[in-house]
C-alpha cells in the first residue's frame, strides 16, 4: 500500500482564490510526522508547513494551512489567496516514527494558478 | 532558514566517468544527510541516507557500488557516481536535518546529471 497518496495529478485555481491540494497517508505508528513542499521548475525543494502527529492544533505557516484529520488520515495543504507565483509541483511527505528523519514522498500536485 | 548547498548544479560527463556531487549544511551540523534522485515528472526518490562517520544506508533497489556516498563530516556528504551511463542522467537531491524528528528537513537545490 502506498504510504502517502496524492490522488490529484494537477489543479487550477484562479488568482486570489484558495486551493486545497488532497494527501492521505497511511503508517500505525502512532509519532509521525507530515511535511508539504514546493517545487517550483527550478527545481529546488521549499518546505512550507509541517504537522505532528501530536499536535492538538491544525499548522498554519502565513497563506498556508495543514488540514490535519487524523481520524481519516489526511493532512490537506490549503493555500488560500492563491498567486501567480504559487504556481509548482507540490508534494506531501511523511516521517514515520520518531527515531528517524527519512521522508517518503507522494507523487505530487502540480498547481498551476490563472489570473 | 537554515540552507544547504550542492554543488555543482549542473554537470554533463561521458559514459564511464564518474561524477561527485557535493552536499553542505551551511548553517547547521547534519548528522544525517539523504540523497535522492527524481526522473522528469516524478516524486522524490530515496537513495540512501548517509550517517556522518560510518557507512550509508542503500535503500532496496539502489546499487551501493553504484552510487558511492561518503559523509565526511558533520556538514558534507558526497555522492558520487561511478561508471555513470545515460540511465543514470537524472535530478539529484540532497537533504540535511538539523535534529533527529526535527520539524522541517533542508534540500539542496540540486543536482541535474546529464550522461552522454
Known amino acids: 500500500a502506498q504510504k502517502i497518496t496524492q490522488t490529484q495529478p494537477g489543479m487550477f485555481v484562479q488568482e486570489k482564490e484558495a486551493v486545497t491540494l488532497d494527501c492521505t497517508y497511511d503508517?500505525?505508528?502512532?509519532?509521525?510526522?507530515l511535511f508539504w513542499y514546493k517545487q517550483p521548475s527550478s527545481g529546488e525543494m521549499i518546505f512550507l508547513i509541517y504537522q505532528g502527529s501530536y499536535d492538538q492544533q491544525n499548522a498554519t505557516e502565513g497563506r498556508y494551512s495543514l488540514n490535519f484529520q487524523k481520524a481519516r488520515k489526511s493532512a490537506n495543504l490549503v493555500i488560500s489567496a492563491s498567486q501567480l507565483g504559487d504556481s509548482a509541483m507540490y508534494f506531501c511527505a511523511m516521517r514515520e516514527g520518531r527515531y528517524t528523519d527519512k521522508l517518503i514522498f507522494g507523487t505530487g500536485t502540480r498547481l498551476q494558478v490563472f489570473p | 532558514g537554515a540552507v544547504v548547498s550542492q554543488h555543482p548544479s549542473r554537470v554533463i560527463c561521458k559514459s564511464g566517468t564518474s561524477v561527485k556531487i557535493e552536499c553542505r549544511s551551511l548553517?547547521?551540523?547534519?548528522?544525517?544527510m539523504f540523497w535522492y534522485r527524481q526522473f522528469p515528472k516524478q516524486s522524490l526518490m530515496l537513495m540512501a541516507t548517509?550517517?556522518?562517520?560510518?557507512?550509508?544506508?542503500?535503500e532496496q533497489g539502489v546499487e551501493k557500488d553504484k552510487f558511492l556516498i561518503n559523509h565526511a563530516s558533520l556538514t558534507l556528504s558526497t555522492l558520487t557516481v561511478t561508471s555513470a551511463h545515460p540511465e543514470d542522467s537524472s535530478f539529484y537531491i540532497c537533504?540535511?536535518?538539523?535534529?533527529?524528528?526535527?520539524?522541517?528537513?533542508?534540500f539542496g537545490p540540486g543536482t541535474r546529471l546529464t550522461v552522454l
Open positions: 503508517t500505525s505508528d502512532p509519532s509521525y510526522g
Open positions: 537533504s540535511a536535518s538539523p535534529g533527529l524528528a526535527a520539524d522541517t528537513q533542508y
Open positions: 548553517d547547521f551540523q547534519a548528522t544525517t
Open positions: 548517509s550517517n556522518e562517520g560510518s557507512k550509508a544506508t542503500y
